[in-house]
């Protein structure tokens, strides 16, 4: 039996897989005249309890800087009410103390990065 000597070939970007090609063709013959579809954004619809109303809390204060923290987001945005489950009459409270604490200089408007 003869050695057969194998050649190693690096590889190149041609060999990668390029997806693009793919979904944009499906794209132009799904929509008809080349326009994209909308996307449709889904409810998020979760059945929690509000974390306030269980903990017995009647007023949200701006002071309390580490609860606040908690109902924003990483980038300093105040979170749904969909997402967080805060009921009605304590998201009203929560956005009015984020927004003292964020007048005081107690939280950051923006999130730096």
Same mark, same amino acid.
């Given at each position: 039996?003869?050695?057969?000597?194998?050649?190693?070939? *690096? *590889?190149?970007?041609?060999?990668?897989?390029?997806?693009?090609?793919?979904?944009?063709?499906?794209?132009?013959?799904?929509?008809?005249?080349?326009?994209?579809?909308?996307?449709?954004?889904?409810?998020?619809?979760?059945?929690?309890?509000? *974390?306030?109303?269980?903990?017995?809390?009647?007023?949200?204060?701006?002071?309390?800087?580490? $609860?606040?923290?908690?109902?924003?987001?990483?980038?300093?945005?105040?979170?749904?009410?969909?997402?967080?489950?805060?009921?009605?009459?304590? $998201?009203? $409270?929560?956005?009015?103390?984020?927004?003292?604490?964020?007048?005081?200089?107690?939280? *950051?408007?923006?999130?730096?990065?």
């Amino acid at each position: 039996m003869a050695e057969i000597e194998k050649k190693v070939v *690096p *590889p190149t970007l041609d060999d990668v897989f390029d997806d693009r090609s793919i979904t944009s063709e499906e794209e132009e013959t799904h929509t008809g005249f080349g326009k994209k579809n909308k996307k449709r954004r889904r409810k998020i619809v979760l059945n929690l309890k509000c *974390p306030l109303c269980e903990s017995a809390v009647k007023t949200v204060s701006y002071k309390d800087v580490y $609860q606040l923290k908690k109902f924003t987001s990483v980038r300093g945005k105040i979170i749904a009410t969909e997402k967080s489950g805060v009921c009605n009459k304590h $998201q009203r $409270q929560l956005t009015t103390a984020v927004k003292r604490a964020r007048f005081m200089a107690l939280l *950051p408007y923006v999130a730096v990065e």
